[in-house]
């Protein structure tokens, strides 16, 4: 087949994707089927099968696979989805992709935002293939009309069960405008559920800087100041590395990655501060950011390593207390980092910071207690090469701000125009859901009116939500019975992939991104 031939077909088939939505969805996965099986394949979901001529046929009861056929009660809906029929079986060779479904927690309610036609979102999704960049809805602040990243929203929320609120700082100056524009974009092969967004304005004095806690509490804090000394575990010095905000970021030393092993998988940095003389306690603050290394974990281990299998674990298994509770204190005792301060002798757990995503800069801070020493050393431990750090200091000046809510004021959607019924169901945490898909985008809009004379103010984004990441072809070309376990020999299998592909998947994955308008 040739090239051109290829992109049509991969059009035609995601046009009838976007096209072909109901309502609302709650799981979304997109699959390649086995056809090298010679036992048959039971699908027990509700399946759409999208075929290379364009036209999807809907399983409601779910389909059997066997001797080149997928069989079930199906209909067969055109590209243009004007017309239909009853349809028993199809070729298994005229299958192109397949995704499961269920019905939303409240049908009706959940708005999906449909841009039907939108040939942008088509043709930015043509390398289907090959599609790795995500995870999570991506926001933008526009600064003379351009957008600039300010934000990666729920980046680990990969299930219902997982659904979490993420607060963000926004940095680009937007403190003497009445109102702040915003976009939403999913650009990654996924199904975004959004159920909350809202604005949360700080005024306060100038020379303060406000920065979220790891719970999403915004924090006033005054001057900064730098380390004296900092020194990774491979005996690196890097105190000028991590003195400013300025891209210039710390990653683990690609020997220590190679040095990882089941018995020893964690890398360090130490710091030593003046200790303030003023304060009892102080803020350290973070610009940071993950490596790929969690989406490794998710991509490869996680999924691939499921094939079909993934589809029951993210759809039902996930939604069962016991596998929800193991696999979340699984990965909040072995991701993210850890904040301990030296005291009598020991290094002693004070605070943690969760992993914050790997595409947009994370400004973070924790409190910390001041030893009575005129030094203060800090350790931040964590699987090694799971950070990129930027910027690490400590304030002694820190307080929780006074935030100021400020409720969403409109919804515009990329060709669809304004949006009344996802305005509302955005207004509160609730059952309901704007759903949005790869290559669509939310235009928000909030009114913040004047800030007061003689101050300043800051804004932070506030989102709440889950994603289903989509199944993509060579994820299922091996199948699985087992579900993920999660287990040091799984985290393991994830760093080795990363150490083999570290040099080149960054790029990789970031010249997958899938824009719209």
């Not at 077909?9 to 976007?18: A, E």
């Not at 301990?340 to 992993?355: C, I, T």
């Not at 804004?459 to 993509?472: D, K, P, S, T, V």
Request: glycine fraction near 6%.
């Amino acid at each position: 087949m040739s090239c051109i031939r290829k992109v049509i077909l991969w059009s035609t088939i995601l046009l009838s994707l976007f096209v072909f939505t109901a309502c609302a969805v709650r799981d979304l996965e997109v699959t390649s089927l086995d056809t090298a099986s010679t036992e048959p394949i039971t699908v027990s979901s509700p399946v759409k099968a999208h075929l290379t001529d364009g036209s999807t046929v809907v399983f409601a009861e779910g389909v059997t696979v066997a001797e080149g056929k997928v069989t079930g009660d199906g209909r067969k809906y055109d590209v243009t989805l004007d017309t239909s029929v009853r349809v028993s079986s199809i070729a298994l060779d005229d299958v192109a992709a397949m995704e499961s479904y269920q019905t939303p927690v409240k049908a009706g309610q959940t708005a999906a935002i449909n841009v039907a036609g939108a040939p942008f979102a088509v043709l930015g999704i043509v390398g289907l293939a090959k599609a790795l960049f995500g995870s999570c809805p991506t926001t933008y602040s526009l600064s003379d009309d351009v957008p600039v990243l300010e934000a990666e929203s729920f980046s680990y929320s990969i299930a219902p069960a997982f659904e979490a609120r993420d607060v963000d700082r926004l940095n680009v100056p937007l403190g003497d405008q009445e109102t702040v524009e915003l976009i939403v974009r999913n650009e990654a092969l996924e199904t975004h559920y959004i159920n909350h967004l809202e604005l949360l304005e700080v005024v306060h004095d100038p020379g303060l800087t406000i920065v979220p806690d790891p719970k999403g509490r915004p924090l006033e804090v005054g001057s900064l100041s730098a380390p004296v000394m900092a020194m990774d575990r491979s005996h690196r010095c890097i105190s000028g590395v991590l003195d400013l905000p300025d891209g210039a970021s710390w990653s683990s030393d690609a020997a220590q990655l190679r040095r990882a092993s089941l018995d020893d998988f964690e890398d360090y940095i130490d710091l030593t501060f003046d200790a303030p003389r003023s304060s009892d306690r102080v803020a350290l603050v973070f610009r940071l950011r993950n490596t790929l290394l969690n989406t490794v974990l998710l991509y490869d281990v996680m999924l691939k390593d499921q094939g079909f299998r993934a589809l029951d674990w993210l759809g039902h298994d996930l939604d069962r207390f016991l596998d929800k509770a193991r696999l979340g204190l699984w990965y909040r005792d072995r991701m993210g980092m850890r904040v301990s301060v030296w005291e009598s002798g020991r290094y002693r757990e004070v605070a943690r910071v969760g992993d914050q995503g790997p595409i947009a800069w994370k400004d973070v801070a924790v409190t910390l207690p001041v030893p009575d020493t005129g030094k203060m050393r800090v350790r931040l431990s964590f699987v090694v090469d799971n950070w990129h750090i930027d910027q690490v200091a400590i304030s002694p000046e820190v307080r929780r701000a006074d935030v100021r809510p400020v409720p969403l004021a409109r919804v515009e959607a990329s060709e669809t125009g304004a949006l009344e019924e996802a305005r509302e169901n955005l207004s509160m945490p609730d059952q309901s859901y704007v759903v949005t898909r790869p290559g669509e985008a939310l235009h928000v809009t909030f009114d913040v009116g004047a800030v007061p004379e003689g101050r300043m103010r800051t804004f932070l984004m506030a989102a709440q939500g889950y994603y289903i990441e989509w199944m993509r072809h060579d994820w299922l070309s091996e199948t699985a019975a087992k579900p993920f376990e999660p287990s040091d020999e799984s985290l393991m299998r994830a760093i080795r992939l990363w150490e083999a592909k570290r040099d080149t998947f960054q790029k990789q994955f970031e010249s997958t991104r899938i824009t719209g308008r």
